[in-house]
């Protein structure tokens, strides 16, 4: 597949078109930021990383029933992927409080919640990503009711199938945000990622920190905490 010229760069990735005008191909980079941009820094290898877990953990969504923008790994840190029109949703599922759900509601960082939450977040870089909830996204435009009712339920069935693959790694998934997309025909597909970056994972025993995280609150030892998730899930 002929790639050709890049068409967006984001905080962590590139997007790059192909020859196929379906089909884009993404390049992780190590950049990391945080804090709203505020805090800017690499993480050694973590393009490496996030590149092949996400694209190991979306290959077995697949499996499962849930459709993903997932098409061909081609090296380290360059991967086909489906071409969507992003929904411009951030999709936050939370098993155990932490961040910004544990100060916005006073509960302490590390308490089981007695359900699985779903939250919603308007992707807008101007506003700093507010909390919306699914009315604020109706009003909008963001999405459809029949877009919400199919996010939802594949965001909770993902929530399933990743608790239970982690478990098996010793990885106590705490909370993580998804974002899907559009293909041409309308069809809703999971895009982006699922990394370190983009989900809680504390160590099932010690309850240690083992993703972002620990850049984000300057806590250290990112990088090995990265390679340690990949060993686990990927050997
Ligand atoms: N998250 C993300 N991108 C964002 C905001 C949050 O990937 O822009 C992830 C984050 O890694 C965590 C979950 O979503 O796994 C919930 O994050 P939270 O709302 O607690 O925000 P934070 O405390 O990170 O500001």
Redesign the pocket.
């Known amino acids: 597949m002929k790639i050709l010229d890049q068409m967006y760069e984001g905080k962590a990735k590139q997007v790059f078109a192909t020859e196929d005008p379906s089909i884009v191909m993404v390049h992780y980079k190590d950049d990391a930021t ?2 709203d941009g505020a805090k800017k820094g690499t993480i050694r290898d973590k393009g490496i990383v996030n590149n092949k877990l996400s694209n190991a953990l979306m290959q077995k969504l697949e499996k499962e029933g849930i459709p993903t923008h997932y098409v061909e790994e081609l090296n380290d840190r360059d991967t086909l992927v489906k071409k969507v029109q992003i929904v411009p949703l ?1 999709v ?1 599922i ?1 098993n155990v409080a ?6 916005r509601l006073g509960v302490k960082e590390g308490t089981p919640l007695k359900a699985p939450t779903l ?1 919603f ?1 308007y992707k807008n870089d101007d506003l700093h ?1 507010p909390l919306i909830n699914h009315y604020h996204a109706l009003a909008l435009g963001l999405a459809t009711q029949e877009e919400i009712d199919t996010i939802s339920d594949y965001a909770f069935k993902i929530n399933e199938i990743l608790k239970k693959i982690l478990l098996e790694a010793n990885i106590r998934l ?4 998804l974002e899907f997309g559009r293909l041409a025909d309308g069809t809703i597909i999971l895009a982006d990622e699922i990394s370190p ?4 994972f504390w160590d099932a025993t010690t309850n240690a920190h083992l ?3 620990l850049f ?1 609150r300057d806590l250290g030892g990112e990088a090995d905490a990265y390679q340690e998730v990949m060993k686990r899930l990927l050997g």
Do not use: P, Q, V
Not at 174 to 177: G, H, P, R, S
């Open positions: 945080a804090g951030e936050i939370r932490a961040g910004s759900f544990s100060k939250e977040s990503d705490i909370d993580f945000k970056d983009t989900c809680r993703d972002k995280d984000r």
